[in-house]
């Protein structure tokens, strides 16, 4: 486009240049229009004339015209003056060839002297005149050559420059189908990275969609897993608490077993010390029968069977003391001994056992536990009773 531009400025100037050639007017036309050369011209014989004609020369050089020209143009105006000058010298020489004809043809016909002078007066005034016009024809054809030179060099650049306009008009318009292909693209490529920004958000909204359900995941399998090292640790609590409780149910139960043969051993004892006891009781009783059925049977004997005889009261109230001794003395020692030796032994290895478990709940057990089923045991211990609570 600014190619374009700068040849349509080029033809304008040349278009004016064309303008200001074919307008101006040229110095013939200045020394037309100046009626003090023409007079002198005009009035001026041959040889003055030629000095006027010479002197015309450098007044047609000094003059200003508007339109001046580069260097090129005064060459041409040198060349064209040149022209001009063999013109007007082959039109003086045509002049004088015409003097002589004139002067023969008054030899010829005899006339009289003042008509010849008015003639070659007038001659010389056709002279002037046609040396004049001679001089405006060749300054004219000077003038045409040098307006066809400029024109030719002007249409030669027109065409050059229409050329160079009909090139860039074509290069404008490529440049303008290769914009608006362009600009096509761009729209396509601006829609294209418009949807690419749209799928871009749209991905990012999805990663963030999916990043927060991650999150929401791990936070939840956190949570699980905390929940089952929760539960496991609840299980390790249960398997230790249930692993303790049978220990101390294996302990309670060997400590009952042992408080069992304990007990079985005292009640052995027990038997064997009523055993002795009734044996003591039985040996007592019937010493302290036969003493008293003795004695009984002896002051009863004396006094009743004294008549009788010694000797068979002695032999009966012997035997009859005896045995009644014996039968009351086991009666009365085996109920007392057994109740009293039961009792007693029965108390004591109570006592002993209530002291024995109280030291092993004391030793071996804490004072709370936690059941397996989430209750709490208290174990209140005490010298003589446990609480289970």
């Given at each position: 486009?600014?190619?374009y531009v700068l040849n349509c400025a080029r033809s304008i100037d040349l278009l004016n240049e064309l303008r200001e050639a074919s307008v101006s007017p040229t110095p013939i036309h200045?020394?037309?229009?100046?009626?003090?050369?023409?007079?002198?011209?005009?009035?001026?014989?041959?040889?003055?004339?030629?000095?006027?004609?010479?002197s015309h020369t450098p007044t047609t050089r000094g003059i200003a015209t508007p339109s001046e020209v580069p260097s090129e143009r005064e060459r041409d105006r040198d060349h064209a003056?040149?022209?001009?000058?063999?013109?007007?010298?082959?039109?003086?020489?045509?002049?004088?060839?015409?003097?002589?004809?004139?002067?023969?043809?008054?030899?010829?016909?005899?006339?009289?002297?003042?008509?010849?002078?008015?003639?070659?007066?007038?001659?010389?005034?056709?002279?002037?005149?046609?040396?004049?016009?001679?001089?405006?024809?060749?300054?004219?054809?000077?003038?045409?050559?040098?307006?066809?030179?400029?024109?030719?060099?002007?249409?030669?650049?027109l065409e050059e420059e229409l050329r160079r306009a009909d090139v860039a008009e074509t290069r404008a318009r490529t440049a303008e189908i290769s914009v608006q292909d362009l600009s096509?693209?761009?729209?396509?490529?601006?829609?294209?990275?418009?949807?690419?920004?749209?799928?871009?958000?749209?991905?990012?909204?999805?990663?963030?969609?999916?990043?927060?359900?991650?999150?929401?995941?791990?936070?939840?399998?956190?949570?699980?897993?905390?929940?089952?090292?929760?539960?496991?640790?609840?299980?390790?609590?249960?398997?230790?608490?249930?692993?303790?409780?049978?220990?101390?149910?294996?302990?309670?139960?060997?400590?009952?077993?042992?408080?069992?043969?304990?007990?079985?051993?005292?009640?052995?004892?027990?038997?064997?010390?009523?055993?002795?006891?009734?044996?003591?009781?039985?040996?007592?009783?019937?010493?302290?029968?036969?003493?008293?059925?003795?004695?009984?049977?002896?002051?009863?004997?004396?006094?009743?069977?004294?008549?009788?005889?010694?000797?068979?009261?002695?032999?009966?109230?012997?035997?009859?003391?005896?045995?009644?001794?014996?039968?009351?003395?086991?009666?009365?020692?085996?109920?007392?001994?057994?109740?009293?030796?039961?009792?007693?032994?029965?108390?004591?290895?109570?006592?002993?056992?209530?002291?024995?478990?109280?030291?092993?709940?004391?030793?071996?057990?804490?004072?709370?536990?936690?059941?397996?089923?989430?209750?709490?045991?208290?174990?209140?211990?005490?010298?003589?009773?446990?609480?289970?609570?």
């Amino acid at each position: 486009v600014l190619t374009y531009v700068l040849n349509c400025a080029r033809s304008i100037d040349l278009l004016n240049e064309l303008r200001e050639a074919s307008v101006s007017p040229t110095p013939i036309h200045e020394i037309l229009r100046d009626p003090a050369i023409l007079t002198s011209l005009l009035t001026h014989r041959k040889k003055p004339r030629r000095a006027s004609s010479s002197s015309h020369t450098p007044t047609t050089r000094g003059i200003a015209t508007p339109s001046e020209v580069p260097s090129e143009r005064e060459r041409d105006r040198d060349h064209a003056r040149s022209e001009s000058n063999r013109a007007r010298d082959t039109s003086r020489e045509r002049d004088t060839s015409t003097l002589r004809g004139s002067e023969t043809a008054s030899t010829v016909t005899v006339k009289p002297r003042k008509k010849d002078r008015d003639r070659d007066r007038d001659r010389e005034r056709e002279s002037d005149s046609a040396s004049i016009l001679t001089q405006v024809l060749a300054e004219e054809e000077r003038q045409a050559r040098h307006l066809k030179a400029v024109l030719r060099s002007t249409g030669a650049r027109l065409e050059e420059e229409l050329r160079r306009a009909d090139v860039a008009e074509t290069r404008a318009r490529t440049a303008e189908i290769s914009v608006q292909d362009l600009s096509s693209r761009l729209a396509a490529s601006e829609a294209g990275r418009h949807q690419t920004e749209l799928d871009a958000t749209r991905a990012q909204e999805e990663c963030r969609r999916w990043q927060m359900q991650a999150d929401a995941a791990e936070r939840e399998a956190r949570r699980l897993q905390a929940e089952l090292a929760r539960m496991e640790r609840a299980k390790s609590e249960a398997d230790q608490a249930e692993k303790e409780a049978r220990e101390t149910a294996r302990r309670a139960e060997q400590t009952l077993r042992e408080w069992q043969a304990r007990e079985q051993g005292r009640e052995e004892v027990r038997r064997l010390e009523v055993r002795r006891r009734y044996s003591d009781g039985r040996d007592d009783g019937f010493e302290d029968g036969r003493a008293e059925g003795y004695e009984a049977g002896r002051q009863d004997g004396y006094e009743e069977g004294r008549d009788v005889g010694y000797e068979t009261g002695r032999t009966e109230g012997f035997n009859a003391g005896r045995l009644t001794g014996f039968e009351e003395g086991r009666k009365a020692s085996y109920a007392e001994g057994y109740e009293a030796g039961y009792a007693k032994g029965r108390k004591e290895e109570r006592v002993r056992a209530l002291e024995a478990f109280d030291r092993f709940i004391e030793t071996e057990m804490p004072h709370r536990r936690r059941g397996g089923d989430g209750s709490e045991t208290d174990y209140e211990v005490g010298t003589s009773h446990v609480f289970l609570r």
